[in-house]
């Protein structure tokens, strides 16, 4: 397929424990972003990637959150320490590399932290 | 702060009664407004990008328009198949990046009944 791919679909985990998720971008994409989405909130921006470095990472909620990208293409977010709050759907876009291009987005993945 | 406000929060229409949905925006160094469709459990699909103010875009029962301050999504004679959640976004500078940013409202759930 030609979009944004995201890894795994669902995720259950106990309070506690790491997660990692996964995005896979569109192909020639050079940008990437990672956004959530919580019950009854808009999407909440948490960081982006111009190629492998991320300049700014102020939409991270805590220092339990992290991110990396390599290759200039697969994205990874991890959450260590899971909480309560983070529970969320949490979706990736990737865009071309300039501004004011549209940026497009996987199906995300549901996490839910018991 | 910046900050992107949609309404109305729900719209109900029957099939061929059109309407409009709303976004009101306040954002410094606006780069450009975006319109997207979610439907349940999936990501955003992109639709529209707009500019600047006067600018137009229309696909099909669909047509956006901007203006300095807002944007309205005007759906002409509405089927059943275009219930979904309408969500609009604006675009701004971040520092050290010609890239942006999207601010997002939180949306509006458009039902079409027959």
């Known amino acids: 397929g030609a979009g944004v791919s995201q890894s795994p679909s669902n995720k259950v985990t106990e309070k506690g424990k790491d997660v990692e998720l996964r995005c896979d971008p569109i192909s020639g994409h050079t940008a990437l972003y990672w956004y959530r989405q919580s019950l009854g909130q808009g999407l909440e921006f948490l960081i982006y990637?111009?190629?492998?470095?991320?300049?700014?990472k102020s939409g991270l909620p805590s220092d339990r959150f992290s991110a990396e990208r390599t290759g200039g293409s697969v994205s990874t977010l991890t959450i260590q320490r899971t909480q309560q709050e983070d529970s969320a759907v949490y979706l990736c876009a990737s865009s071309l590399g300039s501004s004011n291009q549209p940026q497009h987005f996987g199906d995300g993945t549901r996490l839910s932290i018991l | 702060e910046d900050q992107v406000t949609q309404s109305p929060e729900a719209l109900r229409l029957q099939e061929g009664e059109s309407s409009s949905l709303n976004c009101s925006y306040t954002v410094s160094g606006l780069r450009g407004l975006f319109w997207y469709r979610q439907d349940p459990g999936k990501g955003p699909e992109f639709l529209f990008t707009l500019y600047s103010a006067g600018e137009e875009k229309e696909k099909e029962r669909l047509k956006a328009t901007l203006t300095k301050k807002e944007s309205f999504l005007h759906i002409t004679a509405p089927k059943p198949e275009d219930s979904a959640t309408y969500l609009c976004a604006v675009q701004a500078m971040m520092r050290g990046s010609t890239l942006g940013r999207l601010y997002f409202g939180r949306g509006t759930q458009l039902t079409v009944w027959p």
């Open positions: 990637f111009q190629g492998n470095s991320a300049p700014d």
